[in-house]
């Protein structure tokens, strides 16, 4: 349960510190953007409220700094001081990233390369440890480990955890299919790639090969029937945002191709398939991770044989644009 090899820690380290480097708050919740949905924040202001001047705490597999920043702001709201830090494998740099966006990250120390299997920190030294989409990423025996010889006794961990099931999930297996429909079914950005090489051929005999011109008018007809196969999705695709994306970038370069270098538009285009193979394999990874009922009751029964009390464990659920959906699991837990 939760074990990796250290190829796949690799791996996805390098998938995450790549998603990091950018103004993004959030991952699964809030698309492309950095928006945080309020019913989450407000979950997470409520736990916090709870803890007097001077906690500290920990965020582990912290990303940009989510639940860090909301912590942090909690207590400022209060008029207290805690002591937060975040910590993730990937490469992160919150202060640098989110600068600008309205999030605030001063006060809170960010530790870059520190896995949660490993932290550094004192035993003994946090009165919290929490973690959202987190823990499950992480090689969980050594993870728990670790979080209760660094929790106080008495001490309190609150992780989210994806779901299997769960409305996060399955929006994420959609995405899944619409990212394969897009690059493997109908390989549109292929297909793009031989328009453009074909029309410039055309061009560059002067319309007056008549061949290369079949070749080139066969060429974008390939193109523009998987494209309208796209462009027909839209509507009800999970993965909206990534198809008018591709629609927007081949329809602009096409009307310009005239005035760019081909090398240009072979540059944008490979951009934007490291892109998305990169998507494609956090999405994986958000699948591959999520527990079911049967890993998260061994997630509570490694906690109990790691120095923690018998955990609680429900479903947190939370109504956003006037609709209940499931997030994850929630488990909360005290260190004995």
């Keep these: 349960m939760g074990g990796h090899t ?6 996805e380290t390098d ?13 699964s919740l809030a698309g492309t953007g950095i928006g945080y949905p309020e019913a989450l924040v407000e979950v997470w202001r409520r736990f916090f409220a709870q803890f007097p001047e001077g906690t500290r705490l920990l965020d ?3 990303g940009n700094g989510a639940v860090a920043i909301i912590a942090s702001d909690t207590a400022r709201s209060l008029g207290r001081r805690f002591e937060v830090h975040g910590c993730d494998q990937a490469d992160i740099d919150p202060a640098a990233h989110l600068r600008g966006t309205g999030f605030a990250t001063e006060g809170i120390r960010f530790h870059p390369r520190t896995p949660a299997e490993h932290t550094g920190f004192p035993a003994a030294y946090f009165d919290v440890v929490t973690g959202q989409f987190a823990l499950e990423y992480t090689g969980m025996p050594a993870s728990v480990v670790e979080a209760a010889r660094i929790l106080k006794p008495g001490g309190t961990a609150r992780f989210i955890l994806h779901m299997k099931g769960s409305e996060i999930y399955t929006q ?4 899944l299919q619409d990212i394969h429909l897009a690059m493997t079914e109908l390989g549109v950005l292929q297909k793009a790639r031989a328009m453009f090489a074909a029309a410039w051929a055309s061009d560059s005999a002067g319309g007056s090969d008549e061949q290369r011109l079949v070749e080139a008018r066969r060429a ?3 193109y523009l029937q998987a494209a309208r196969i796209l462009d027909e999705r839209v509507p009800t695709a999970a993965y909206k945002e990534l198809f008018i994306s591709i629609l927007k970038v081949v ?3 096409w009307e310009h191709r005239r005035e760019q270098d081909p090398r240009e538009f072979a540059a944008r285009l490979d951009a934007m398939e490291r892109e998305i193979a990169l998507a494609e394999k956090r999405h994986a990874a958000m699948c591959e991770h999520a527990l079911d009922a049967t890993q998260v009751e061994r997630l ?7 120095g923690f009390l018998p955990p609680a464990l429900g479903t947190l659920k939370i109504t956003m644009n006037g609709v209940e959906g499931g997030v994850g699991w929630d488990l ?4 004995g």
Excluded: F, H, N
């Design 172 to 175: 994420t297996e959609r995405q």
């Design 332 to 335: 909360q837990v005290r260190r």
């Design 220 to 222: 974008q007809e390939a």
């Design 60 to 62: 582990i597999a912290t």
């Design 300 to 306: 509570k029964a490694l906690l109990e044989g790691s």
């Design 15 to 27: 998938i995450w510190s790549s998603y990091w480097r950018g103004p993004r708050l959030v991952c």
């Design 6 to 11: 250290p190829d796949d820690a690799g791996m």
């Design 251 to 253: 329809a602009y370069q």
